[in-house]
Every structure is written in structure tokens, then in C-alpha cells.
């Protein structure tokens, strides 16, 4: 068991090195953005729960486990409506769990400009107007396979594919992430993640190509019950570490390395319903999941960032099986 463990950290840790050459910072942003409702509610955490849909992006590893199977739809408006976030999952599979995630990214009526006199330089006699409108999309697709190498630790990779189209441009992605799943005993979990491992990269039209830094990120879990009602309690502590340098943009930075800090917290008072909590990277975040029979409802909130860039509103809608 120790000696799987330790195979396991170390073929994150080498992915992880091999990706650090001739890379571009905020490239891979578009694979960044996390789906599912209840993860964003928990602060933007999902690494050690098999039972989110959106598995797959979160950490492969987790389809090697006994969760539920079932079907996701999600819309999401970030930045005050700016930017519409959508996404569906599925999982499925008894035996041989897999998964699937494919997510649309949409900014509509993006003003392009340009100097009433190109010839000469921008003043208060040459000043840019907006010359046409466009939109930037970018779709996305996730697909998660895993294995048990034990009782207790788990594998799981998830090769992944993106069309780019930015005003008028057009590009391709491919790559992958690695995952691992610890169980150390009933209560706890570690998941680790290895994004972007493979040297993903974006390929655009014109020959430009983007190689996308590769991140670390890890999380620990705690799934216990509390009151004599024994009413069931998930705890999430995670940590996401890019290696661009992040600066001032991240929680914590050194040198190269830039990290966020995420934690969430959810309850089930009762099994009809589940209050949700988090903090994501100094944001707070907060949500509600209503559960019918086999159909489910949840709905997250994300206060405004620092930056002003405004609150995020996800809401989805599925169904277990």
C-alpha cells in the first residue's frame, strides 16, 4: 500500500516537472473554470467526492468509487451576467464507472475598435470607435476513466479537448489530467490532481501555439455525522497551485509558485435537503440542493471578488440513478 502511494506521488510529481518548459502563463484559464453547482457552493471544491457528477473534471480518480450515476445540466452567469458558464455531466457504469463533462464558455456582443485615421497615431482628434460587434466561444470536453490499484487508492486520467473561436479566431486544444484518490480510513480522504500533466496545448489557425502550464492541487476530506440524529457533515480543505507566478493574484506566491486556498463545509439536516458553505480563494460562496426522489436542484452564489469583476449565480438541474 505505502509503495503504490508512493509511485502514485511521484508520477504527479515528475507530470508535474515535465510541463514547466516553454509554457504560457494564463493559458490553460478556459480549463480552469470548474463545473458543478454544489462544488462552487463548497468553495470551489469537489476532489474528494465521488458523488458529484462533474467527477470527472474534478478528479477521475473518483469513478473508480461506488458514487451515484446520473446526468447534469448547469447554467451559470459570471461577473454580474457578463460571461455565461454551461456545462453538462453524465456518469455512468457499474463495474467500470466512466465519465463526461462538456462545457460551453460565452461573451457575447464584445465591441472590436479601431482609429477613425489608422495612418496616424491615437489623440484626441484620431480617437477609436467601435466598428463591430463579436462573440468569443469556447466549448470543451472532459472524459474520465479510472482504476483501483486497491481497496484504498485509486487512479484516474481524464483526456481532454477544446474549440476556441475568439473574435474571428479560431484554435484547438488537447491534453490531460491525472488524478489520485487516498481513502486513509472511513472518515478521511486525500485527493491529488495533476492538471494539464500531458504539455496541453491550443493550436490556433494561423500556426501560434500555446503550451499550457501544468498545477498541483490537493484536497482533504472528512465525511462524518454530528447530533444523536447523526445528521451527515462533508468537509472539503483543498489548496490549487499554478506554477505562472501568479503574484499578487493568488492567495500565497513564491517565486514562480502561486497557489489558492479553498475550503467548504456541507450539511443534511435532512435528506430532502443540503446547506452548503465555502471559501474560495478570498471569496465566500454559499448555496442550497433540494432532492426528490431520484431529481435533484442546486443553486450557488459567489460574493464579489476584489477586482470588482462582480457575484456568480450558478444554478443546475439532474437526476441519479
Same mark, same amino acid.
Given at each position: 500500500m505505502k509503495t503504490?502511494?508512493? $509511485?502514485? !506521488? !511521484?508520477?504527479l510529481a515528475l507530470c508535474l516537472a515535465s510541463g514547466l518548459h516553454a509554457a504560457d502563463k494564463y493559458a490553460g484559464e478556459i480549463f480552469y473554470l470548474s463545473? @458543478?453547482?454544489a462544488n462552487q457552493a463548497m468553495g470551489n471544491t469537489g476532489y474528494t467526492n465521488e458523488n458529484a457528477i462533474s467527477a470527472t473534471w474534478w478528479n477521475p480518480a473518483l469513478l473508480a468509487l461506488k458514487g451515484s450515476n446520473g446526468i447534469e445540466l448547469m447554467h451559470a452567469e459570471q461577473?454580474? @451576467?457578463?460571461?455565461? /458558464?454551461?456545462? /453538462?455531466? #453524465?456518469v455512468w457504469g457499474k463495474q467500470n464507472r466512466m465519465g463526461v463533462v462538456i462545457t460551453h464558455i460565452g461573451i457575447d456582443d464584445i465591441g472590436l475598435t479601431r482609429l477613425a485615421n489608422e495612418n496616424d497615431s491615437i489623440g484626441n482628434s484620431n480617437r477609436p470607435y467601435v466598428w463591430k460587434h463579436t462573440n468569443n466561444n469556447d !466549448?470543451? #470536453? /472532459?472524459? @474520465? $476513466?479510472s482504476r483501483s490499484l486497491s481497496d484504498q487508492l485509486h487512479i484516474g486520467v481524464t483526456p481532454k479537448l477544446a474549440y476556441r473561436s475568439l473574435a474571428e479566431k479560431t484554435g484547438y486544444g488537447f491534453g490531460a489530467d491525472l488524478g489520485m484518490l487516498?481513502?486513509?480510513n472511513n472518515s478521511w480522504r486525500l485527493g491529488l490532481v495533476a492538471k494539464d500533466f500531458f504539455s496541453t496545448q491550443v493550436i490556433w489557425e494561423n500556426g501560434t501555439q500555446e503550451n499550457i502550464l501544468p498545477s498541483l492541487d490537493a484536497e482533504l476530506g472528512l465525511r462524518t455525522a454530528v447530533?444523536?440524529?447523526?445528521?451527515?457533515?462533508l468537509v472539503s480543505l483543498a489548496v490549487e497551485t499554478q506554477t505562472d507566478g501568479r503574484k499578487e493574484a493568488a492567495t500565497f506566491s513564491t517565486g514562480f509558485l502561486s497557489g489558492d486556498l479553498h475550503a467548504g463545509? #456541507?450539511?443534511l439536516p435532512i435528506p430532502q435537503l443540503k446547506v452548503m458553505a465555502g471559501y474560495d480563494a478570498d471569496n465566500v460562496t454559499a448555496g442550497l440542493g433540494i432532492y426528490i426522489r431520484k431529481l435533484f436542484l442546486e443553486y450557488a452564489f459567489k460574493n464579489g471578488s476584489q477586482d470588482d469583476l462582480g457575484y456568480s449565480q450558478r444554478i443546475s438541474a439532474g437526476w441519479r440513478w
Open positions: 503504490g502511494i508512493t $509511485i502514485v !506521488l !511521484l508520477s463545473p @458543478g453547482v461577473f454580474e @451576467g457578463l460571461m455565461q /458558464f454551461n456545462h /453538462f455531466s #453524465a !466549448l470543451m #470536453a /472532459f472524459f @474520465g $476513466i487516498w481513502q486513509m447530533s444523536k440524529k447523526r445528521i451527515p457533515v463545509i #456541507a450539511v
